[in-house]
């Protein structure tokens, strides 16, 4: 069929094509690769780009699928960056005690000893 012979296809005809029980579905496919309009009502039909972020974050999900101790793993990280955090601040504050304690042995640059 020419390119001028053929009607757009209808709402139905393309959510018949999109859901795989188009009975002409070659002649769907062959207008839909040369009809901008009909392919935009298309993408709007299949919910617009949401379908694709779906279907690509479903094909990741399916090509990687994470290991099991995941989230054990990712939680153990942050409980050892917040022991090694709290272990820095005490080691600081106790050498902060000894550098004032110091700093009170010591007699002032006025003071005689």
């Known amino acids: 069929m020419s390119r ?12 018949a094509w999109l859901n795989g029980s188009s009975v002409d579905d070659s002649v769907i496919t062959m207008h839909l690769d040369q009809c901008e309009k009909c392919e ?5 039909l299949a919910g617009g780009d949401d379908v694709v ?5 479903n094909a990741i999900r399916e090509v990687y699928v994470p290991p099991e101790d995941l989230n054990t793993r990712v939680l153990e990280k942050i409980d050892e960056r917040e022991r090694a955090d709290r272990e820095l601040s005490l080691f600081l504050g106790l050498f902060a ?13 006025g003071e005689d000893t």
């Open 53 to 57: 972020d779906d279907d690509l974050a």
């Open 40 to 44: 935009r009502r298309l993408t709007e």
């Open 97 to 109: 005690i000894g550098k004032d304690a110091a700093e009170l042995m010591m007699p002032s640059d």
């Open 4 to 15: 001028l012979s053929f009607k757009h296809p209808s709402r139905e005809q393309l959510l």
